[in-house]
Every structure is written in C-alpha cells, then in structure tokens.
C-alpha cells in the first residue's frame, strides 16, 4: 500500500503538451485544434487514459518550454542528431521529405544543389529545422522573412521570390488547397533538403513509465491500422 501510494503522484502528475502551427500535422481550424499528428496523439491519450492539456506555440516557444519546462511533450519533431540526446521519443509517426518549390512557369527551372545554392534567394520560415539546416549546409542565400507557411506561397505567386522552402509534399498540399492554388501552379524542385521521421518528444525528466505507455499506444494503433487511417484521411483531403 505505502509503496502504491508514493508511485501515485508520478503517474498521476499532469503533463504539459506542446505543438506549432505546421499543417497539416498540427494546426488550427475554425478554433479547434487538428491535424494527422493531433489525431494520433489524442488517440494515443485516449489509450493511455490521459487527458493532458495541449497548446499550440510559435515554433521557437514550443521547443523552449520542451527543452525548459518540467514535464513537457511537444509533438510533431523531426528526430535529429543534435536533437537525440536532448529528449525522450515516441515514435516515428511519418516519415516525411522538404523539397524546395518554385513556379511552374519559371524562366530558370532549377534541377541541382548547386543550382540551388546559386538562385538570388530561397525563402523559408524565419526559424525552424529547414533555415537552420539550410545554413548548416553553407546556404548563404537564405531569405528568413516569413513568419508563417501561408506567407512563403503569397511571396512566391506575388513575385517576391522564386524559391521556397519549409513544407513536406503534405503541407505543400494542404496549403495549395487552403490559398486556391490551381494544380500544376507549383513545381517541386528535384533536390531532397532533408528527410527524418516525425515524432513525438519528452522532456529529459518525463517519467518513463509515461514515454512507454505512449509508444505502446502508438505500436497499438500501428497495428490495428488506425495510423495509417489518420494518414490517408488527410492525404486524401488536403485541404480539410
């Protein structure tokens, strides 16, 4: 009894979660939170018995309360080298590519890295995985203005730039569906930036009784085939 009583509160502690807008995984819609990744973690807690509370941050505010907060989950990650050793991880949920986008109709269609390192610009997000691992790569023609993903495709039809990058081919979608960007607008250029598996991290002092519950969740959901449900319902429906 006395040993049950002292676990209580460990498992009974409520977590914090955490997520950006960065559809279509996670984002807002009419108000209510949504998204591939947002179905599979409420999924997850509806297994798991949890009913953590879940905020949507800018991108640089979630990845600070993670890294700082006390029993954090922030969701959806890419799992990276310098990012293992930080976390504890759940996961993968997808695997994903970023490749860079320019006009169909562009007088220069680039085909190459070193093409691509040669273009007046490449837009991205003003922070995020893609700027910093662009110019982790030597990039030095990095234009980090956009605040938001919607921003990169309006500087793209409006003429302020002819590449962007910070979306998979998902997102891309999504977000062509959500501006009205007629099919074949867009052209992907053929040079993958970046390819990892998106997951689910916890702060360094999460229980692991937790983080293992979550993954047995997810492998549970695996397995009936509910993930892959989830993935095709929004691959199907991009602009939902």
Not at 12 to 40: F, K, S
Not at 158 to 164: D, E, N, P, Q, S
Request: charged share 20%; glycine share 6%; proline share 5%.
């Amino acid at each position: 009894m006395l040993c049950l009583l002292l676990c209580l509160p460990a498992r009974a502690a409520q977590y914090q979660v955490v997520t950006e807008e960065w559809a279509p995984y996670n984002y807002q819609q009419d108000g209510r939170l949504t998204g591939m990744a947002t179905d599979i973690v409420r999924a997850i807690m509806a297994l798991t018995g949890d009913d953590f509370s879940v905020a949507v941050l800018p991108s640089m505010r979630a990845a600070l309360e993670l890294r700082t907060r006390p029993r954090t989950i922030m969701y959806s990650m890419f799992r990276t080298p310098e990012r293992e050793l930080l976390y504890k991880w759940v996961g993968p949920i997808v695997e994903e590519s970023i490749y860079p986008y320019q006009l169909a109709n562009a007088a220069e269609p680039l085909d190459s890295l070193a093409q691509l390192r040669r273009a007046p610009q490449i837009t991205t997000r003003h922070a995020g995985l893609v700027p910093q691992t662009l110019a982790a790569q030597g990039f030095d023609n990095l234009d980090r203005s956009a605040a938001e993903s919607q921003q990169l495709y309006r500087m793209l039809l409006a003429g302020r730039t002819a590449v962007i990058a910070g979306d998979t081919d998902a997102g891309v979608a999504y977000y062509s569906g959500q501006l009205g960007i007629a099919p074949g607008t867009l052209r992907r250029i053929p040079v993958e930036l970046y390819r990892s598996s998106l997951y689910i991290a916890f702060s360094l002092d999460s229980d692991d009784a937790v983080v293992a519950a979550w993954g047995r969740a997810l492998e549970q959901l695996r397995r009936s085939g509910e993930v892959e449900r989830i993935q095709r319902r929004y691959e199907q429906a991009p602009g939902r």
